[in-house]
């Protein structure tokens, strides 16, 4: 396909979302168990990555950026994922404390979106995540300066045989001191379901005064 004929199929490209709808009557009783449901339905369905969202931060100026992380913890606590502590995002959430994420499920015309204080994960849920981990994925966390400026591929590669060597023989990697996890808690937690005529269904559980209440908003 020539550039020109991308930018037109960009401009004409349209999905007729007729899949699913969602009504306040069908919602679970908590935004935790509803969001479970539809990661166990995106799982169920064989989405790619189903517990992959667009994580959110901005700098002490405001300044946005975005980026994938993997959700790897579900409760009435929060939405966890794991990461580095010296990353670029890192620095944003200790920064401002805040952060959104969006699971972006477009085979099933849906999207999830939470938003809320982060804080770190306990070192110990850290740790047990950790200790799930693929040692080549463990050895790469050592291994990686995330978000730092790297001189080339080579580095990196020379940087990973380092460790390799460093943890020969050593059955139980531990995990690297500024690696862990964060919990956002969410305070709004928006359910999307595309509907005929761009009348998509939006349901938002939203923390006022500690009750969680439930409204519908235009799409
Ligand atoms: C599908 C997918 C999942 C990812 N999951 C994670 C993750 O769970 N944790 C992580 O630190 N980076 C993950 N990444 C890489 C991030 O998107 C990002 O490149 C990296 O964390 C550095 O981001 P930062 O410089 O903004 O901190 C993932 C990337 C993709 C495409």
Redesign the pocket.
Same mark, same amino acid.
């Given at each position: 396909m020539s550039d020109s004929e991308t930018a037109r199929e960009l401009l004409t490209a349209r999905v007729a979302y007729e899949l699913g709808s969602l009504d306040e009557s069908e919602l679970e009783a908590t935004w935790h168990e509803q969001l479970t449901r539809w990661l166990a339905e995106a799982t169920r369905a064989g989405l790619p990555?189903p517990n992959?969202m667009v994580l959110a931060t901005a700098d002490a100026e405001g300044r946005p +950026?975005s980026?994938?992380?993997?959700c790897k913890g579900l409760d009435d606590r929060g939405v966890v994922?794991?990461?580095?502590y010296t990353?670029?995002?890192?620095r944003d959430l200790l920064a401002t404390g805040l952060a959104s994420a969006t699971f972006p499920w477009f085979p099933m015309q849906r999207q999830a979106h939470v938003r809320g204080p982060v804080a770190k994960v306990d070192p110990a849920e850290t740790a047990a995540y950790w200790a799930t981990r693929p040692r080549g994925s463990q050895l790469g966390a050592w291994a990686s300066p995330? +978000?730092d400026t790297v001189a080339s591929r080579a580095e990196l590669e020379a940087r990973l045989a380092d460790v390799d060597r460093r943890f020969a023989g050593v059955e139980h990697i531990p995990p690297p001191p500024r690696w862990g996890g964060w919990r956002i808690k969410p305070q709004v937690v928006e359910f999307w379901q595309g509907r005929l005529n761009r009348m998509h269904d939006r349901l938002v559980f939203a923390r006022d005064d500690g009750d969680w209440r439930i409204r519908r908003l235009a799409p």
């Amino acid at each position: 396909m020539s550039d020109s004929e991308t930018a037109r199929e960009l401009l004409t490209a349209r999905v007729a979302y007729e899949l699913g709808s969602l009504d306040e009557s069908e919602l679970e009783a908590t935004w935790h168990e509803q969001l479970t449901r539809w990661l166990a339905e995106a799982t169920r369905a064989g989405l790619p990555e189903p517990n992959a969202m667009v994580l959110a931060t901005a700098d002490a100026e405001g300044r946005p +950026s975005s980026r994938m992380v993997l959700c790897k913890g579900l409760d009435d606590r929060g939405v966890v994922f794991y990461t580095n502590y010296t990353s670029a995002k890192s620095r944003d959430l200790l920064a401002t404390g805040l952060a959104s994420a969006t699971f972006p499920w477009f085979p099933m015309q849906r999207q999830a979106h939470v938003r809320g204080p982060v804080a770190k994960v306990d070192p110990a849920e850290t740790a047990a995540y950790w200790a799930t981990r693929p040692r080549g994925s463990q050895l790469g966390a050592w291994a990686s300066p995330q +978000s730092d400026t790297v001189a080339s591929r080579a580095e990196l590669e020379a940087r990973l045989a380092d460790v390799d060597r460093r943890f020969a023989g050593v059955e139980h990697i531990p995990p690297p001191p500024r690696w862990g996890g964060w919990r956002i808690k969410p305070q709004v937690v928006e359910f999307w379901q595309g509907r005929l005529n761009r009348m998509h269904d939006r349901l938002v559980f939203a923390r006022d005064d500690g009750d969680w209440r439930i409204r519908r908003l235009a799409p």
